[in-house]
């Protein structure tokens, strides 16, 4: 039974299995109190059937979940004060805005005036007070999507749950979407489980993410943190974008460790002692500088590359760039009016970044 008051609801070695195939290995993992949880991961990596397992809809093979330290995990679905939301709005039709709202409170028994209440209260929270009338078929994607929200919170659930609930909708919707889950999150207090495959959605939403990868947490932390210092190659190639350089004769030397790559010598910052695999020397694209000459002695790493494929992008563009024939090119965007972005490929460049920038990945 776990003695800290802000955990919500914990998952102790939560397993799930068909057959001989498991989705899910031993999961352990806490929801905090009012905090906003992503559960991040590839297709097929166990994080959408974590979240039935959370609401109820599946019972683990093996393990237990706690609420409050209460083990619920034979509890079903509709004994579970959570709300759902998925990926399709699943709204009545026929009804109104206010109508498909005010379900959940009818067959709570709610009465009236207070079902009235509480309607009109979470309907200006999702920002729909003008569409109370409205059918579903009237609204945008968006806007159904939002009442689908409001219908979820309305009756004042522990948690809200939400399986992937901005998938249909196109990039800009999305993005609009996005701040308003938080603006949402933040008014309502309520503790928030969000499912998504999308890296830049769980960057921008998050308290913390859960990455999933073949049924195991492979992480889980802020989003700074996991951005920042990912703590395996899994982890640093799934999240953003992130340059990788194979290091041959690695030493550390007090909080850093030195290796070569090629004929370059490169270092990075190595708090912790050396394991015992072999080393990758990570950088994400932002951290680095392109320079058409060799910069001068001081600035950090520095390593000769030649320029290769690019793709237009508007205010930037994305440069692919070789540093030798057994290496994945390195990936680097530069604004549009860059020299380097004119620059036909093959051209010898050189590429610069901060010591305190890069970090070591087992290989």
């Known amino acids: 039974m776990s003695s ?6 914990s998952a102790q070695g939560i397993s799930q299995y068909y057959g001989k195939f498991t989705a899910l290995d031993a999961i352990n993992l806490d929801v905090r109190q009012g905090e906003f949880l992503t559960l991040l991961g590839p297709s097929g ?8 397992i959370l609401a109820g809809f599946l019972s683990p ?37 206010a109508d498909n709202v005010a379900y959940p409170l009818r067959i709570r028994g709610v009465k009236a005036e207070e079902r009235q209440r509480r309607v009109k209260h979470i309907i200006e929270v999702v920002g729909l007070g003008a569409h109370l009338d409205k059918k579903p078929s009237e609204l945008s994607g968006g806007q159904q999507q939002r009442v689908a929200i409001a219908r979820a919170l309305v009756f004042e659930p522990d948690m809200l749950l939400l399986d992937e609930p901005l998938s249909a909708l ?5 993005e609009q979407l996005q701040t308003e889950l938080q603006r949402i999150h933040r008014q309502v207090g309520t503790s928030f489980v969000f499912v998504t495959h999308d890296q830049g959605e769980a ?4 308290t913390r993410i859960a990455i999933f990868n073949q049924g195991r947490l492979a992480q889980v932390d802020t989003p700074q943190v996991i951005y920042d210092r990912p703590n395996s190659r ?54 680095m500088t392109l320079h058409t000459q060799r910069p001068e002695a001081g600035s950090g790493n520095v390593l000769p590359a030649y320029l290769g494929d690019r793709v237009y992008q508007g205010a930037s563009t994305h440069l692919a760039l070789n540093v030798s024939a057994d290496q994945a090119p390195i ?33």
Request: aromatic letters at 6%; proline letters at 8%.
């Open 203 to 206: 960057l921008a939403l998050s």
């Open 234 to 287: 899994f982890v640093a190639e799934f999240l953003g974008k992130m340059n990788l350089f194979p290091l041959q004769d690695v030493a550390r030397h007090g909080s850093q460790a030195s290796g070569r790559c090629g004929d370059s010598q490169l270092h990075a910052a190595a708090p912790q002692p050396l394991g015992s695999q072999a080393q990758l020397l990570a950088v994400r694209p932002e951290h």
């Open 170 to 174: 196109d990039k800009n919707l999305r």
């Open 331 to 363: 990936n680097l965007s530069v604004p549009g009016d860059h020299p380097g972005a004119r620059l036909p490929s093959g051209t010898p460049v050189w590429l610069s970044w901060p010591v305190q920038h890069g970090f070591l990945l087992d290989a």
């Open 61 to 97: 093979s093996a393990g237990k979940l706690l609420e409050h330290g209460v083990d619920i995990s034979q509890r079903p679905a509709e004994k579970r004060n959570y709300g759902m939301v998925f990926q399709g709005y699943a709204l009545f039709p026929h009804m109104s805005v």
């Open 45 to 52: 990596s166990g994080k959408t059937t974590l979240l039935m």
């Open 4 to 9: 800290n008051p802000s955990i919500q609801l």
